[in-house]
C-alpha cells in the first residue's frame, strides 16, 4: 500500500506563488520512480502537468512552462511543484502520482486545492 498525501494549496493572488508537496510512504522505492504532478481543474479531466524521472529530468506540459517548477527529495520521499506567475487558469485540484509506462501507478490522494483569485 502506497500513500500519497498533498499539502500547500490554498488561496493566491495572480503573479504569486504557490509551493506543493506531496510526500509519499509505504511500499514504495521512491527514488527509482519517475513521479508527476497532475491538475484537475473544474469541470474538466484530470490531467499531467509536470513529471520528474528519477535522474532528475524534467518535462512540463506547454500550458505550464516557465510557471511551474517541479523537483524532488527523495530522502524525503517528496516531490515538489513550485507554481510561479499564479494565474486564473492555474485554479485546480493537483495530485501526485508515480508514473510507469504513460499510466499512474498508486491510489491518488486527496489532493491540493489551487484558487487563484485577485
Known amino acids: 500500500q502506497v500513500r500519497l498525501v498533498e499539502s500547500g494549496g490554498g488561496l493566491g493572488q495572480p503573479g504569486g506563488s504557490l509551493r506543493l508537496s506531496c510526500a509519499a510512504s509505504?511500499?514504495?522505492?521512491?527514488?527509482?520512480?519517475?513521479m508527476g504532478w497532475y491538475q484537475q481543474a473544474p469541470g474538466k479531466q484530470r490531467e499531467l502537468v509536470a513529471s520528474?524521472?528519477?535522474?532528475?529530468?524534467?518535462n512540463y506540459a506547454d500550458s505550464v512552462k516557465g510557471r511551474f517548477t517541479i523537483s524532488r527529495d527523495n530522502a524525503k520521499n517528496t516531490v515538489f511543484l513550485q507554481i510561479d506567475s499564479l494565474k486564473p487558469e492555474d485554479t485546480a485540484v493537483y495530485y501526485c502520482?508515480?508514473?510507469?509506462?504513460?499510466?499512474?501507478?498508486?491510489?491518488w490522494g486527496q489532493g491540493a486545492q489551487v484558487t487563484v483569485s485577485p
Open positions: 520528474i524521472t528519477s535522474d532528475g529530468t524534467t
Open positions: 502520482n508515480a508514473r510507469r509506462r504513460g499510466q499512474h501507478i498508486y491510489s
Open positions: 509505504g511500499r514504495i522505492i521512491f527514488s527509482v520512480e519517475t
